[in-house]
């Protein structure tokens, strides 16, 4: 090569810094891809279904445990199975001698009516809480729904009964379930009305429907998952109850608590354990069909009504 040839220029030296390729930063690890966390994540299953035998399970295996033994093995409630089963033959002792029909009825005549009037009137004033937004109806609604956790005063509804000549009576004692548990309607029923669209109500209105054909044509077909729920537990608290009907009652109506309560003392259940968790599982059985046939809508009335 000759001094004067042109030198052949070697490349551009390039930047070491863009040679490198940037550091990617670590992916982050992701909460089941911990060891620690997939565990815990496994264990909770087994966890609730323990938790669930335990509250649930064991009570529940006690009482038809004992309703299943017979005198002698029953006069110390445990958890051991009886030698012979004689749950059928308890069960039809109670059914014949325990008065169990009569107590029946009694409690059907005041369980239905306040169940159906507790969720009619209860879902038409949150009906209207819901749809109107004023500041009147929210303090109204406050006022609604703090009987959930104000008790109501037994002593003061006992005078009142007396001097409306409701004391004693099956009218009363509805009137009285449907005071204490209409907080309880209107709290679910009010957030399900919220979801459902307003667009439904004007077409009904522009059709010529008037504000009661609406409710009951348009909305409380709408409701019904909601009222399941809330029949669900108005059923429950007013099936079981024995305070209110005792005081309120008075004994002039029999229902099956104020039955179990009275024969539980009598020559027919003393100390006749057997007997007694046999009259459960059947005083039980009514709330167990309604449970199956209401509990597909349960779970959607009580995030739909609560949670929105």
């Given at each position: 090569?000759?001094?004067?040839?042109?030198?052949?220029?070697?490349?551009?030296?390039?930047?070491?810094?863009?040679?490198?390729?940037?550091?990617?930063?670590?992916?982050?690890?992701?909460?089941?891809?911990?060891?620690?966390?997939?565990?815990?994540?496994?264990?909770?299953?087994?966890?609730?279904?323990?938790?669930?035998?335990?509250?649930?399970?064991?009570?529940?295996?006690?009482?038809?445990?004992?309703?299943?033994?017979?005198?002698g093995?029953?006069?110390?409630?445990?958890?051991?199975?009886?030698?012979?089963?004689?749950?059928?033959?308890?069960?039809?002792?109670?059914?014949?001698?325990?008065?169990?029909?009569?107590?029946?009825?009694?409690?059907?005549?005041?369980?239905?009516?306040a169940?159906?009037?507790?969720?009619?009137?209860?879902?038409?004033?949150?009906?209207?809480?819901?749809?109107?937004?004023?500041r009147?109806?929210?303090?109204l609604?406050?006022?609604?729904?703090?009987?959930?956790?104000?008790?109501?005063?037994?002593?003061?509804?006992?005078?009142?009964?007396?001097?409306?000549?409701?004391?004693?009576?099956?009218?009363?004692?509805?009137g009285?379930?449907m005071?204490?548990?209409?907080?309880?309607?209107?709290?679910?029923?009010?957030?399900f009305?919220?979801?459902?669209?307003v667009?439904?109500?004007?077409?009904?209105?522009?059709?010529?429907?008037?504000?009661?054909?609406?409710?009951?044509?348009?909305?409380?077909?709408?409701?019904?998952?909601?009222?399941?729920?809330?029949?669900?537990?108005?059923?429950?608290?007013?099936?079981?109850?024995?305070?209110?009907?005792?005081?309120?009652?008075?004994?002039?109506?029999?229902?099956?608590?104020?039955n179990?309560f009275?024969?539980?003392?009598?020559?027919?259940?003393?100390?006749?354990?057997?007997?007694?968790?046999?009259?459960?599982?059947?005083?039980?059985?009514?709330?167990?069909?309604v449970?199956?046939?209401?509990?597909?809508?349960?779970?959607?009335?009580?995030?739909?009504g609560?949670?929105?």
């Amino acid at each position: 090569m000759t001094p004067h040839s042109p030198a052949r220029r070697s490349p551009a030296r390039q930047n070491p810094a863009r040679q490198i390729p940037a550091r990617q930063s670590p992916a982050r690890r992701s909460p089941a891809a911990s060891g620690r966390v997939s565990f815990a994540t496994r264990l909770q299953p087994f966890a609730a279904t323990a938790l669930a035998l335990v509250t649930i399970g064991i009570p529940l295996w006690l009482v038809v445990a004992t309703a299943g033994k017979s005198r002698g093995e029953a006069l110390i409630p445990n958890l051991t199975p009886p030698a012979h089963w004689h749950l059928l033959e308890n069960l039809g002792e109670v059914w014949r001698e325990g008065e169990v029909p009569a107590a029946f009825f009694g409690s059907l005549l005041v369980v239905v009516p306040a169940v159906i009037g507790v969720l009619i009137f209860g879902s038409m004033a949150s009906w209207i809480l819901a749809r109107r937004a004023t500041r009147l109806n929210a303090v109204l609604y406050a006022l609604a729904i703090s009987g959930i956790i104000l008790p109501p005063a037994v002593v003061t509804v006992v005078l009142l009964l007396r001097q409306l000549g409701l004391a004693g009576s099956a009218v009363g004692m509805i009137g009285v379930y449907m005071g204490i548990y209409m907080s309880t309607v209107i709290f679910f029923v009010t957030g399900f009305v919220r979801t459902i669209p307003v667009s439904l109500e004007e077409a009904a209105q522009i059709d010529g429907a008037g504000p009661v054909r609406v409710f009951f044509h348009v909305v409380l077909p709408l409701l019904r998952p909601v009222l399941a729920t809330a029949t669900i537990l108005v059923c429950l608290y007013v099936w079981n109850d024995v305070f209110y009907a005792f005081f309120v009652v008075g004994g002039r109506l029999d229902t099956l608590p104020l039955n179990l309560f009275r024969v539980a003392g009598a020559g027919l259940y003393l100390n006749n354990w057997h007997l007694i968790f046999a009259y459960v599982i059947l005083m039980s059985l009514p709330l167990v069909v309604v449970f199956a046939v209401a509990q597909r809508k349960i779970i959607s009335g009580i995030t739909s009504g609560a949670v929105k």
